[in-house]
């Protein structure tokens, strides 16, 4: 997200120095560097803060990840870039674009009819919630594709995914995740910020959470579209009722007021009960699990909160202590207008200061069931509470189930959670509260290539009373302090992981993280998370270190590691970095990877396919200028894991968006990407003033732009990619 609601990451420092400082650590980053100690002047040491001339040698010699096996080829012609054309001021193109031979069809736009009794979008923005409540999100961003009629899911006993390859899929759900909103967008020529109403909030609140969609494939044509009709189609949003479960659900910290949610407003009746939230919200990337349910992962959700009267403090409850709120808020980043949604103005329910439990019943993963249009979601407080990204799962050969997660703020962490009891291959029910019980653990990256999982457990490594962990229901309520507390690595904002599969003779448990950038690493006067929470999310300015070796790193790296022993349950593991992203015109030597590929930045959407590729999406300005002038409009590349040197520019995007959201059919021949708020900054008034797609590319009618899922196929029936 890069969106007017929500904070920028863009602000630049400049400090003098900055040139040598990044001359070391170019020298030291990992995989083929050799340090060599003379050349390290004085002041670029001193700037260096807490690395020392030790740690560098270790770096040096540590030893890179070795190459593996398993991977399938890319196949496909590397488009060019679309870039910015200086004399309309626009990029190139305002078009999905994609290599000869395959074809990019969009399917399900913002607005579009979901469900029985939807209507049609109408390109002048004046629905209200009513319509948007049965119309597919705002600001699609994860995404994933549930085949049907989902036998391998829904039997038992439950079939290996290999049981079904060599299959054709013709049908299926779609889930996909509705990240934010473009208020400017969404209320026709009003926008919001002229006056804002309950009915406003109540249809901005309906654009958000997640779509639960029926897709066929045309047996004429062979083109993929909606099912309006379908039973399964579904809208989960910030007001949807949803049970708490884990260690939090019933705790005193989720124990907020409760509301009468009505079309018109929201009366207070009472105080809920600790086992019921009300709504998702900032639904950015997502997960799924082998039992066939979509998990989606709750981001920036502190910017929908504010406080009408901040001068007057929280409100006392009775069970937390008012410091305590205070410091979440603080390191979590709400404050008194959050991004200008304005939903506190007129629902009383996201006042932080007058309903102060509220936020705990958010920055959870959401479990929903798209087999079970009646099922209630579940926030499963055992993962962990931050501003998750996404949740990529490995079970191993001990079916072990395990997921890797980031939290999306600068200098924040990376998690990982091992259920307690094995994943059941046999039953789907038995795995039905798994991820209620587990350890949560999150990683400590050390300059020498090697790494640790520390495990965030109630009572240990200083998780107790005195440091303000009075249970395990707190230290998951506190996980951002409670990482602070047990000296997790700073990380330059951890967006996506992406496991790489088990296949073609690679059995390692390899994990990717796209660490998108940070304005504040290694500039200014050094800072870090301080171990009491007491820094405000995103302010720390932490020196850099092996795992992020850039200064004001603007591009943009992506980690991996490998689990020690192939187990999820080790608590040791190996790293490197893959690759270092940046635009290889300008002069920034020793990067990492990417010598001869296609350049990219922002690394945000990832995922690898079952044949070992991994794609790569951006989420940096989109616009093409300054630092993304040789770069272009946000793009999806594809890499070889093997080489990382190998990286083929796949789709490039309209202006002003991020591309997000990848996943194939089972059989790798359909594939869908999301483009997330094309066009965005434009007013009210002229709401297309940088962009008109998806219209531009022969869907639905003009008058705003929208973001949409594409459906990617080949002309030849083949597999994507290969
Ligand atoms: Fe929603 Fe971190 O991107
Ligand atoms: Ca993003
Ligand atoms: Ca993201």
Not at 356 to 381: A, C, M
Not at 610 to 636: A, E, K, P
Request: charged letters at 20%; one cysteine or more; aromatic letters at 8%.
């Amino acid at each position: 997200m890069k969106g007017l609601s929500h904070p920028k990451n863009n602000v630049t420092l400049n400090p003098s120095g900055n040139e040598s400082i990044r001359d070391v650590i170019g020298r030291v980053s990992m995989k083929r560097r050799r340090f060599i100690m003379t050349a390290v002047g004085a002041s670029a040491l001193t700037v260096l803060g807490d690395v020392t001339i030790g740690g560098l040698l270790q770096t040096v010699e540590a030893a890179p990840v070795p190459a593996g096996l398993g991977f399938g080829g890319i196949g496909f012609k590397s488009i060019p870039p679309n870039l910015l054309n200086p004399a309309t001021g626009l990029l190139e193109k305002d078009l999905v674009s994609v290599p000869p031979g395959y074809k990019a069809e969009v399917i399900l736009a913002w607005g579009d009819p979901i469900m029985p009794g939807a209507p049609n979008w109408s390109p002048d923005a004046t629905q209200d919630a009513a319509a948007q409540e049965k119309q597919a999100g705002m600001h699609h961003d994860g995404m994933h594709f549930f085949p049907l009629p989902g036998r391998q899911f829904l039997s038992r006993p439950l079939a290996s995914a290999s049981a079904y390859q060599g299959q054709t899929y013709r049908r299926g759900l779609l889930c996909v995740n509705h990240e934010y909103t473009h208020e400017e967008i969404l209320h026709g020529s009003e926008g919001l910020l002229s006056q804002v109403t309950i009915q406003k909030v109540r249809k901005s609140q309906a654009a958000h959470g997640v779509s639960i969609s029926e897709i066929a494939r045309a047996r004429i044509g062979n083109s993929w579209s909606v099912d309006r009709n379908s039973r399964y189609g579904r809208r989960i949003t910030a007001n949807t009722e949803i049970r708490i479960a884990g260690p939090v659900a019933g705790s005193t910290f989720v124990k907020s007021k409760k509301f009468d949610i009505t079309p018109n407003g929201s009366m207070e009746i009472g105080v809920n009960d600790g086992y019921t939230a009300y709504g998702t919200v900032n639904n950015c990337a997502h997960g799924v699990t082998p039992w066939g349910t979509y998990l989606t992962c709750e981001e920036n959700w502190n910017g929908y909160f504010g406080k009408n009267n901040p001068s007057e403090g929280v409100a006392s409850v009775p069970g937390v202590e008012e410091a305590d709120i205070v410091a979440l808020q603080n390191r979590y980043g709400i404050t008194s207008t959050g991004f200008n949604y304005r939903w506190h103005e007129v629902d009383p329910r996201w006042d932080a200061n007058t309903n102060p439990l509220e936020p705990h019943l958010f920055g959870w993963i959401v479990e929903i069931d798209p087999y079970d249009p009646q099922s209630k979601p579940v926030k499963r407080t055992a993962m962990g509470r931050f501003k998750h990204e996404s949740a990529q799962y490995v079970v191993d050969d001990s079916n072990r189930l395990a997921y890797y997660m980031g939290d999306d703020e600068r200098n924040d962490y990376i998690y990982k959670f091992v259920c307690s009891r094995p994943f059941n291959p046999q039953i789907r029910g038995a795995n039905r509260d798994l991820l209620d019980d587990g350890t949560l653990y999150v990683a400590k990256f050390s300059d020498n290539g090697t790494g640790e999982w520390i495990p965030l457990v109630y009572g240990q490594r200083g998780l107790t009373p005195e440091n303000g962990f009075r249970s395990q229901a707190e230290v998951l309520v506190k996980t951002r302090m409670a990482a602070d507390r047990v000296g997790a690595t700073m990380m330059d904002r951890p967006e996506w992981t992406a496991v790489r599969p088990r296949i073609g003779g690679f059995n390692e448990i390899e994990v990717y993280c796209t660490l998108t950038n940070n304005s504040n690493r290694g500039v200014g006067e050094t800072s870090v998370n301080q171990p009491d929470g007491s820094t405000r999310a995103g302010s720390a300015r932490p020196p850099v270190d092996a795992a992020n070796p850039r200064p004001d790193n603007r591009y943009g790296h992506i980690i991996r590691w490998r689990e020690d022993g192939q187990r999820v349950t080790a608590t040791t593991f190996t790293w490197d970095i893959f690759v270092e992203c940046g635009d290889s015109q300008r002069t920034e030597p020793n990067l990492v990877g990417n010598i001869n590929g296609d350049d990219f930045g922002a690394p945000d959407g990832m995922w690898c396919d079952d044949f070992g590729r991994l794609w790569i999406q951006t989420d940096q300005s989109g616009n093409g200028r300054g630092d993304w002038v040789n770069i272009g409009s946000n793009s999806m590349v594809c890499a070889n894991p093997n080489n990382p040197r190998e990286v083929k520019r796949f789709l490039t995007s309209p202006t002003n968006c991020e591309v997000t959201g990848v996943i194939t059919t089972p059989d790798g021949r359909t594939m869908f990407i999301n483009i997330q708020h094309p066009g965005e900054g434009a007013p009210a008034s002229n709401p297309t003033q940088f962009s008109n797609w998806p219209s531009t590319q022969g869907y639905g009618p003009s008058g705003r732009p929208r973001s949409a899922t594409v459906v990617i196929t080949r002309n030849d029936g083949g597999i994507i990619g290969a």
